[in-house]
């Protein structure tokens, strides 16, 4: 024989409000975990962006610094002797070029989904300027010292006059064509390359911008 079992007179309703507030509950876990998330990432991908930015300002100031510097010294010699040949119209440096003045693309896959595919073209044609320059440089310092050493064993000595020709001549024709179009090569780059820097950085902040608003977005400082 069956025994009859009373529901509650408030089951139903209690149900109800367990259901509904269990429900609303896991939505708000839910949407609250969705929302840290796009925070979190979006703070990443800004965080991204402003070292991206930082790294093409300081690719460029690079660049200024070290165009001052040669044009400078070429000031300083055409001035003394307009007609001294293009190789003697630069002295050797050592500049130090950081290894770590370049861009993380993958941090910076967010512009993509922004429309900005673009900007990965113009900062990786920064960067492969600014490292040709480096790789320039260096092959000019070399070739100069190389220079400076040769006619040190020579006698030249540079508080006398001597005829362009013994100095070539002693210099050598390698190394005087090398030093020729490395000075020619740097000299090239420091008038077309400079637009290479702004573009990335005008285009880069640009986007951040775009995508995360003016506030607590790296400015350009020039400091060459």
Request: net charge negative.
């Amino acid at each position: 024989m069956f025994e009859l079992f009373i529901l509650p007179e408030n089951f139903w309703p209690d149900l109800t409000k367990t259901l509904v507030g269990s429900f609303v509950g896991a939505s708000l876990a839910f949407s609250s975990n969705l929302w840290f998330h796009h925070k979190d990432r979006k703070r990443k991908h800004k965080a991204a962006g402003n070292l991206a930015l930082a790294t093409a300002i300081r690719q460029w100031n690079d660049f200024l610094v070290i165009r001052k510097g040669f044009m400078q010294t070429k000031q300083a010699i055409t001035e003394q002797n307009a007609s001294v040949p293009i190789y003697l119209q630069a002295k050797p440096t050592h500049y130090y070029f950081s290894e770590n003045l370049k861009f993380d693309y993958a941090s910076l896959a967010f512009l993509f989904e922004h429309g900005r595919a673009e900007l990965f073209t113009t900062l990786a044609l920064a960067e492969q300027r600014y490292y040709d320059l480096a790789s320039v440089i260096k092959l000019y310092t070399a070739a100069a010292e190389t220079m400076q050493s040769r006619l040190a064993s020579t006698d030249f000595s540079s508080d006398k006059e001597y005829n362009l020709s013994d100095v070539e001549f002693a210099i050598g024709p390698d190394l005087l064509c090398k030093l020729q179009d490395t000075v020619s090569g740097l000299f090239q780059r420091f008038d077309e390359d400079e637009s290479s820097y702004t573009s990335a950085i005008t285009d880069l902040r640009s986007a951040m911008v775009q995508v995360f608003g003016d506030k607590g977005i790296v400015s350009t400082a020039k400091i060459g």
